[in-house]
């Protein structure tokens, strides 16, 4: 391997799928502001993600519909009357 190709701050980091609180260790140069105590009881710097591989529709085969703030049931009540 070719030396001084990597960055100096390659570290073991915590990636965190938010949206079902699914995390996995990985080997990272991510920036991150947090971090968290992982199973081993070492704390690692923590990247916090809206999607993974554990709720993607690709890899699951379910769609998964995350309404924020109402916004499914105000669509509904705005273009309602043109769904019927």
Known sequence: MR???????????VFKDMSNDY???CPSCAPT???IKW???NDYPLVKL??????????????QFVD???RIDKFK????RHMK
């Open 3 to 13: 030396k001084e190709i990597h960055p100096d701050d390659y570290r073991l980091v």
């Open 23 to 25: 995390a996995f260790l």
């Open 33 to 35: 502001k947090e971090s």
């Open 39 to 41: 199973e081993d009881g």
């Open 50 to 63: 809206d999607i993974s591989h554990k709720s993607h529709p690709f890899f699951t085969g379910v769609a």
């Open 68 to 70: 924020t703030a109402g």
């Open 77 to 80: 009540n705005r273009h309602g």
